[in-house]
């Protein structure tokens, strides 16, 4: 495996929800050695409450990747050559766009920390959660332009848009060994 810098390499899977992120990244995790850090929005107390505001993103970006840079130094302790996360700065932008009419701050802290970033395409069925709020396939599908539009300037994304869990873990892994290769 390679490693930029005596780190580990960075890989970010962002999109719209129920695309499979957290599926896909504890599957790539679980193939790659890698350990993963989950999105923690999912778990806070005032995403839970329905409490969110713009100040709450801001505070999100910052505790994710306060996450991400902790485990991804715990992981190049151990020698670990790959780190994952189920969100990033996309996830963050596109709520508060889509909710608050405009991106939250602090999200330029996160811009260049992956070295890949996997786009996950809504083309899976939508399965309820008690935060997720967008069965509508057209409303999914404009956010996802509005993901698209976000990634479309990094060097290395990927769209992940296999109908399976098999076939998007396979492209995941190609999109990896792609830019690695490179």
Request: net charge neutral; glycine share 4%; with cysteine.
């Given at each position: 495996?390679?490693?930029?810098?005596?780190?580990?390499?960075?890989?970010?899977?962002?999109?719209?929800?129920?695309?499979?992120?957290?599926?896909?990244?504890?599957?790539?995790?679980?193939?790659?050695?890698?350990?993963?850090?989950?999105?923690?929005?999912?778990?806070?107390?005032?995403?839970?409450?329905?409490?969110?505001?713009?100040?709450?993103?801001?505070?999100?970006?910052?505790?994710?990747?306060?996450?991400?840079?902790?485990?991804?130094k715990f992981a190049a302790r151990k020698g670990?050559?790959?780190?994952?996360?189920?969100?990033?700065?996309?996830?963050?932008?596109?709520?508060?766009?889509?909710?608050?009419?405009?991106?939250?701050?602090?999200?330029?802290?996160?811009?260049?920390?992956?070295?890949?970033?996997?786009?996950?395409?809504?083309?899976?069925p939508w399965q309820p959660d008690a935060l997720?709020?967008?069965?509508?396939?057209?409303?999914?599908?404009?956010?996802?332009?509005?993901?698209?539009?976000?990634?479309?300037?990094?060097?290395?994304?990927?769209?992940?848009?296999?109908?399976?869990?098999?076939e998007r873990l396979d492209q995941a892994v190609?999109?990896?060994?792609?830019?690695?290769?490179?």
């Amino acid at each position: 495996m390679v490693q930029l810098d005596m780190r580990p390499f960075r890989i970010a899977i962002t999109g719209v929800e129920s695309t499979g992120k957290s599926t896909l990244a504890l599957a790539l995790g679980s193939k790659l050695n890698a350990p993963v850090v989950e999105e923690l929005a999912r778990t806070d107390a005032d995403v839970l409450a329905d409490r969110v505001n713009l100040e709450t993103l801001s505070r999100l970006s910052a505790e994710q990747l306060a996450a991400c840079n902790s485990v991804e130094k715990f992981a190049a302790r151990k020698g670990a050559a790959v780190i994952i996360t189920d969100t990033d700065d996309s996830v963050l932008a596109v709520w508060g766009k889509a909710v608050f009419g405009q991106i939250p701050n602090g999200l330029d802290a996160w811009y260049g920390w992956a070295d890949l970033t996997l786009l996950c395409y809504p083309n899976l069925p939508w399965q309820p959660d008690a935060l997720r709020s967008s069965p509508d396939l057209a409303e999914r599908l404009k956010l996802h332009d509005a993901y698209l539009k976000r990634v479309a300037h990094r060097n290395r994304w990927t769209l992940i848009d296999g109908a399976s869990k098999a076939e998007r873990l396979d492209q995941a892994v190609r999109a990896f060994h792609a830019c690695i290769s490179h």
